[in-house]
């Protein structure tokens, strides 16, 4: 009788639980800027999701495909190793201190080829209709900063009202 209470006040527990935010982004997205947290606009050669530069990332399209937790990502500059990126992302616990949900990114394929890299944790800090930000913290001119990454909607379907 124990258990089966323990059970049920378990089940209870978990299907009331408030899901990730994360759940929520879908749809096509829009790099527009990557600052500190001062909002000082950062271009940097330090490289993000063991893949390319931070300047790199800047005008990329990202996709979110919040049923199954992939996506992919377009980097658009000629100068970059340019071309689509496919990734899983996997939310983790909401942190209790801050209610900052984080989760973590791992690239899948690079060039054409097949590779799982090491997963890259990120926060989520804002999400609405039309923005989404991140944050992240990384060694940029030999001191650890913490960056903001700042995307904006590029269209209207996929995200529910928050």
Not at 93 to 117: A, C, H, M, P, W
Request: aromatic share 10%; net charge positive; with cysteine.
């Amino acid at each position: 009788m124990k258990k089966t209470v323990v059970l049920l006040l378990s089940f209870i527990f978990l299907s009331t639980a408030s899901k990730p935010l994360l759940k929520e982004v879908s749809g096509r997205w829009l790099i527009e800027s990557i600052t500190t947290n001062d909002n000082k606009k950062i271009v940097s050669d330090s490289v993000l999701l063991n893949d390319v530069s931070l300047a790199c990332f800047y005008q990329s399209i990202w996709k979110f495909n919040p049923d199954t937790f992939s996506g992919e990502y377009n980097i658009n500059d000629l100068y970059c190793s340019f071309g689509k990126r496919k990734f899983l992302y996997q939310p983790q616990e909401l942190n209790q201190q801050n209610n900052d949900e984080e989760f973590s990114i791992v690239t899948t394929q690079k060039k054409g080829k097949r590779i799982v890299n090491k997963p890259t944790q990120f926060k989520l800090i804002k999400l609405s209709n039309t923005e989404l930000q991140w944050q992240h913290s990384m060694l940029i001119e030999n001191k650890i900063t913490t960056i903001k990454i700042n995307f904006k909607k590029l269209n209207n379907t996929g995200l529910t009202s928050l």
